[in-house]
């Protein structure tokens, strides 16, 4: 079991930061606010954490807890001015949040790195401190989606009109949706340039918008659980695929579009429909 | 002691007047029914009413205080609750978690509300049940136990029996009588015109958006350009 861990302890670290990565789009996404601005949160916090890291010498739990707090508070700020969009316009002007972010990291002279990124962001940060704060991150929005709460962010996605009515407060939910996708996109960028002691316009660039969205469809955006679905199926998924060396990308391709086609609310919500099936015939038994 | 007024209220769609002009008072503790054909303006009143669609000009009161410009949400807090012309519920929710959406509105709300609204509303039997899983009927049942699980002082019902038999639409104006009794104002939208006669206490008739007719529900229903809009000239209170 040591050794197993030993040798896969980078996966390992990588499906915990992509978990994080997922839930910055999915908690949006159940709210029904198309926004991938979790994504440009990344870039935010993984550059934060190292700028604060190499200038400032802060530890690390300061260093990501800054890069947080930046990306919560840009995120707050896009919630406000992007409140009246929604669906693909809201999801594009997003995006160009994060594409903004690569520009500027570009072009940020000595303070980014430039094109070459900034090196040498070490810290003591453990691969266990990554799964605590993975951890801690599910279990509160698995919180969330009981009670009260978890009504009003169904009521927010399915029907707004209907939240209003009873006096949902959606307008605050759906910044809500947009403040947590930045902290947990922030939280996801600056431990993983901390872990690995580097950052590079690359590593906060287009791809993860593809792989965030990836996860999400595959795994499904109703639930944290579906998150963490996506974020170990695509982990783990260029391993088992190795035989096929360079035709995993094609691979990747077919599930996403299947899953895109055939099961739109992912593999959770495959699992949720197979489970509700099994308990129907009792609830008809009870009702009868 | 009027609850909610409409003062001039209009509300325009570009060159479409869907409502235009409109005064209604309702009083505390009675039935108010609006009457009027499809596109009649009924359902954008009862809309403007609640602020999901801004008002082109006109005041809205409630309790004597204007609320135009209040946040939506707001009013369901200040006792404002409504039903809606079609179905909306939640689907992954049971019947039981639906109703309770009404009551999430108060941190604690008042004991058994929730338990309340379902046994008031017929649906002992299926509070596991998803909305899936119900009948038109059934699915409109909830939607008036939701409300009332927000604890109302008014409130506002577009087609409540709408997809109900004979019997059931009985059970819903015995209903919506006994609310009244207990001292819940209502504003009531239906096509049924004997229901609408034998639930209200007071009949409003539109058409083209402006009020045509406003009275007790024998006067209302008996107004020659109510008859020419509405009833056709043929029909007849069984009352």
């Known amino acids: ?288 | 002691m009027t609850v909610i007024e409409a003062r001039d209220v209009a509300v325009h769609y570009g060159g479409i007047k869907a409502v235009d002009g409109v005064d209604l008072a309702l009083e505390a503790g009675r039935i108010c029914g609006l009457l009027g054909p499809n596109g009649s303006g009924k359902s954008t009143l009862l809309a403007a009413l609640t602020r999901l669609v801004p008002l082109t000009r006109g005041t809205l009161l409630l309790d004597g205080v204007e609320y135009q410009n209040a946040a939506p949400a707001s009013l369901a807090r200040r006792g404002v609750a409504r039903t809606f012309q079609t179905v909306r519920l939640l689907p992954d929710l049971t019947v039981a978690e639906n109703v309770r959406l009404g009551a999430d509105l108060r941190r604690r709300p008042p004991a058994g509300i929730v338990d309340d609204a379902i046994e008031r509303t017929g649906l002992g039997e299926v509070v596991r049940a998803r909305p899936g899983e119900l009948s038109y009927g059934m699915s409109r049942r909830v939607e008036i136990a939701r409300a009332l699980a927000t604890s109302p002082r008014l409130l506002l019902l577009d087609e409540p029996t709408a997809g109900m038999n004979q019997a059931e639409r009985q059970e819903i104006s015995e209903l919506l009588r006994r609310l009244r009794d207990e001292g819940l104002t209502q504003l009531l939208v239906e096509h049924d015109v004997q229901m609408m006669i034998d639930t209200c206490d007071d009949l409003v008739a539109m058409n083209f958006g402006a009020v045509v007719a406003h009275g007790s529900p024998s006067e209302v229903v008996t107004n020659p350009d109510v008859q020419r809009a509405y009833l056709g000239k043929r029909w007849r209170a069984h009352a």
């Open chain 1, 1 to 288: 079991m040591i050794a197993w861990y030993e040798a896969n302890v980078v996966l390992i670290q990588s499906m915990f930061i992509s978990l994080l990565l997922a839930l910055s789009i999915q908690v949006p996404f159940r709210a029904g606010v198309f926004s991938l601005a979790g994504i440009g949160s990344y870039g935010v916090g993984a550059y934060t954490a190292a700028i604060v890291t190499l200038q400032l010498g802060w530890p690390p739990f300061a260093a990501i807890g800054a890069g947080m707090l930046l990306a919560a508070v840009i995120a707050y700020l896009l919630a406000l001015v992007l409140a009246r969009l929604s669906g693909l316009y809201l999801g594009m002007a997003t995006i160009a949040y994060s594409l903004i972010l690569s520009v500027v990291v570009i072009n940020g002279g000595e303070l980014t790195g430039g094109a070459q990124g900034l090196f040498g962001a070490v810290s003591d940060l453990q691969t266990g401190h990554v799964v605590a704060v993975a951890v801690a991150a599910v279990a509160l929005l698995a919180l969330s989606e009981r009670g009260r709460l978890g009504r009003w962010i169904d009521t927010v996605r399915e029907d707004p009109e209907l939240a209003v009515s009873v006096g949902v407060p959606v307008a605050a939910i759906r910044q809500l949706s947009f403040v947590v996708g930045g902290l947990l996109g922030a939280c996801a960028g600056a431990m993983n340039t901390l872990l690995r002691t580097t950052v590079t316009p690359e590593e906060v660039g287009f791809h993860l918008v593809v792989l965030a969205l990836t996860m999400i469809i595959v795994g499904g955006s109703r639930s944290w659980a579906g998150a963490l679905i996506g974020a170990v199926v695509f982990t783990w998924l260029p391993t088992v695929l190795a035989f096929v060396g360079e035709w995993q990308t094609l691979v990747y391709g077919v599930v996403v579009a299947v899953a895109a086609i055939f099961v739109p609310t992912g593999i959770l919500g495959l699992a949720q429909d197979f489970v509700r099936r099994l308990r129907r015939p009792a609830l008809q038994g009870g009702r009868s």
